[in-house]
């Protein structure tokens, strides 16, 4: 945008060169990466994005029953992803999809995303990274096999987007679609002390 600045002050006029020189700031609030304060209560899973609550929905996994808890991050939101819970990358699966509205409840099916499996703190977790009308652009550093902590980053997703995560059956909820969530920091649910998920078992 520094380029585009000058290029546009040398061969129009300056006035002009104001455009690049606000977006290039733009982008690098959009990039943004606070620090957050990480909650250290065992089996305590936290939201993998900033945003807000859009749904919360039961849905059946392999014949169990999941909860699912979808959040929309808009242009003003923080998009670094981070991971729910501590443990194991298990799977990490990448759909090609359309790139619908990601508010839309079928955005989560048929939006590409980038589907995270994690096994850790007895229980097995999912999250998906899903692109919308904007973004078409998922990033995601880790690979299968490595160990993640609680809320460490894993990823970005460029521009406005959503995110899911599909919780074990025990995990007792802790939010309600219209809360505002931040990656990292916010209390999504709680596995109950000494719960195993039936996945983990086998």
Do not use: C
Request: glycine letters at 10%; charged letters at 20%; aromatic letters at 8%.
């Amino acid at each position: 945008m520094a380029v585009a600045a000058a290029v546009v002050g040398w061969v129009a006029d300056w006035r002009w060169a104001a455009i690049p020189v606000l977006l290039g700031l733009f982008f690098l609030w959009f990039f943004r990466d606070p620090e957050r304060a990480i909650p250290a209560t065992a089996g305590t899973i936290v939201s993998p994005a900033d945003g807000k609550v859009t749904h919360i929905e039961t849905l059946e996994v392999a014949g169990q029953r999941r909860t699912r808890i979808s959040f929309f991050l808009s242009v003003f939101n923080v998009h670094v992803n981070r991971s729910p819970i501590g443990g194991r990358i298990e799977a990490i699966e990448y759909r090609r999809g359309a790139f619908g509205f990601a508010n839309a409840g079928t955005s989560s099916d048929r939006n590409e995303q980038n589907i995270v499996t994690v096994r850790g703190e007895g229980q097995q977790l999912v999250f998906k990274q899903i692109a919308g009308i904007l973004a078409r652009r998922i990033v995601f550093n880790m690979e299968v096999g490595d160990l993640v902590e609680r809320g460490q980053r894993v990823g970005l997703i460029k521009f406005g987007s959503r995110a899911d995560v599909v919780l074990a059956p025990e995990a007792e909820v802790r939010v309600k679609v219209g809360d505002r969530v931040h990656g990292g920091s916010s209390i999504l649910a709680q596995m109950p002390a000494g719960a195993t998920d039936v996945q983990e078992q086998r």
